[in-house]
């Protein structure tokens, strides 16, 4: 159910945020064992909150779920890591959990990712195997795969994600729900375990644009806890939400529509463009020239950026600590070898190197150049067409197991979500259909919508008229 058809709901009476939470707490007992997307849920903690929820509030009484990444004062917050997994509890609220439940929200359940959000298939958590609803030989996609698989399989009612190259709108697209990045500096991350600091925004996964719209419309806005959080009014998200395409510009980049896509996606995404042509937008052919190099460029910087991010997690602080060190370097050593699975160690050691004195210039400076070129490509878009569209991935959802074949690979299936982050714009995944795909029957499909910075209003109002016509 959506979030405005429960708000009316509890405003009529009609349901209690304990009747609310009953059902989901049945639901998962029904469904969970299966799909795995929660790794924990205080069930207790999340009643005691539901009596004395003010319904007025605009989320009054309702439950997100949230990325195990973002801290939730006493709640764990494993980031799917053995490393936090021992005995870390959260110590503070994170910003968008604050607000949340300024808005009368009641965070519940901690769901499953890429250990640190590294990865696109969650199958890099250390700590359980998340299945895609759909079909459950089948990753969810990743990193935020337990909060776009609850969703899905509507076990949680919306979600909160994170995503540094595409980890709230492909798992979105794989579970067939809606996913939005927002625009770097719209959404604070203080409270979110940093992956790579110039890239990460949290988000929501939810069932519908609408509700997409009313996540974000509360957790968007400054934050003095976040200097990267920009001190700029948050628009009203929802006023113009169905005034549909009419006379936008919207733009075809050559090269997210070349070889590679998988036949039935390329059909499904023509599809939908095709739909708001039909509403009245004008489809403009674009290039975006230097999108081939997003693979490699973001390969760079999130790895070096997270090589020191990681750095923090030594076994001094707080998480796992190796027993009986035998001096400090030891301990450093044994902790981190202990603590970290292999794409995380796989990322710490391709961002030290990328850093290390003699190949900064060669590869984290270059790259620094080549992001300026792929926000150059996106400005001068921006300057013709109001919003760009494209497939979210080239497959739809790929069988669990995969990982084990090839990491770069893996990269390159992230070509369609990187550019924006390195760019800093808003980016949204909208079902659009589904399709056979590798013996399955009917996989969901993504279609992204990219707007300028802060452009989230007309991000949305494209992609609820994309939505209306699926
Ligand atoms: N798949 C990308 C990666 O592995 C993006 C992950 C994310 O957005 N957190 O880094």
């Given at each position: 159910m959506s979030l405005s058809s429960l708000r009316q709901q509890l405003l009529a009476g009609a349901t209690t945020p304990a009747a609310i939470l009953g059902q989901l707490a049945e639901a998962i007992a029904a469904r969970d064992?299966?799909?795995?997307?929660?790794?924990?849920?205080?069930?207790?903690?999340?009643?005691?909150?539901?009596?004395?929820?003010?319904?007025?509030?605009?989320?009054?009484?309702?439950?997100?779920?949230?990325?195990?990444?973002?801290?939730?004062?006493?709640?764990?917050?494993?980031?799917?890591?053995?490393?936090?997994?021992?005995?870390?509890?959260?110590?503070?609220?994170?910003?968008?959990?604050?607000?949340?439940?300024?808005?009368?929200?009641?965070?519940?359940?901690?769901?499953?990712?890429?250990?640190?959000?590294?990865?696109?298939?969650?199958?890099?958590s250390a700590l359980q195997t998340t299945r895609n609803p759909h079909d459950g030989a089948r990753i969810p996609g990743g990193s935020s795969g337990g909060s776009a698989a609850a969703v899905a399989d509507h076990t949680a009612i919306a979600a909160l994600g994170s995503d540094t190259g595409g980890s709230i709108r492909q798992p979105a697209a794989h579970c067939g729900v809606v996913g939005l990045k927002p625009s770097y500096g719209r959404v604070s991350r203080y409270g979110l375990v940093a992956f790579a600091s110039s890239l990460d925004q949290i988000g929501p996964l939810t069932h519908s644009v609408e509700d997409a719209a009313r996540l974000l419309q509360v957790i968007a806005g400054p934050d003095p806890l976040d200097s990267t959080c920009l001190d700029v009014a948050v628009p009203d998200y929802l006023s113009g939400l169905d005034e549909g395409v009419k006379g936008l510009k919207l733009g075809l980049p050559k090269e997210y529509?070349?070889?590679?896509?998988?036949?039935?996606?390329?059909?499904?995404?023509?599809?939908?463009?095709?739909?708001?042509a039909a509403q009245g937008a004008e489809l403009v052919d674009i290039s975006l020239p230097h999108t081939a190099y997003a693979v490699a460029t973001y390969y760079v910087i999130a790895p070096a950026e997270a090589s020191s991010n990681l750095s923090r997690f030594d076994g001094i602080r707080y998480g796992h600590r190796a027993a009986s060190p035998v001096d400090l370097l030891d301990l450093y050593q044994r902790s981190r070898e202990e603590g970290f699975g292999p794409e995380v160690k796989r990322r710490i050691i391709l961002g030290t190197y990328v850093l290390s004195s003699g190949y900064y210039d060669a590869y984290y400076s270059r790259a620094q150049k080549v992001r300026t070129l792929i926000r150059r490509d996106f400005e001068a878009a921006f300057a013709r067409v109001d919003a760009i569209l494209s497939p979210v991935a080239p497959t739809p959802a790929r069988?669990?197991?995969?990982?084990?074949?090839?990491?770069?690979?893996?990269?390159?299936?992230?070509?369609?979500?990187?550019?924006?982050?390195?760019?800093?714009?808003?980016?949204?995944?909208?079902p659009c259909g589904v399709t056979a795909f590798d013996g399955a029957s009917a996989l969901p499909v993504g279609l992204q919508i990219l707007g300028p910075h802060l452009g989230e209003a007309t991000l949305l109002r494209i992609a609820r008229a994309a939505e209306a016509c699926r």
């Open positions: 064992g299966h799909t795995g997307a929660y790794l924990s849920h205080d069930f207790a903690a999340a009643m005691a909150e539901a009596e004395r929820a003010d319904l007025t509030l605009p989320l009054g009484g309702i439950p997100i779920a949230i990325k195990d990444n973002i801290n939730v004062l006493g709640q764990p917050c494993t980031c799917g890591s053995r490393f936090l997994a021992e005995n870390y509890r959260s110590p503070y609220d994170a910003t968008v959990i604050r607000k949340l439940r300024a808005a009368g929200a009641i965070p519940f359940g901690r769901m499953n990712l890429d250990e640190f959000a590294m990865g696109s298939s969650t199958e890099n529509f070349g070889a590679g896509i998988d036949p039935g996606v390329r059909r499904q995404v023509e599809a939908a463009v095709q739909a708001l069988k669990l197991g995969g990982l084990a074949i090839d990491p770069l690979q893996e990269y390159l299936s992230d070509i369609f979500t990187l550019a924006p982050n390195l760019a800093g714009i808003c980016a949204i995944s909208v």
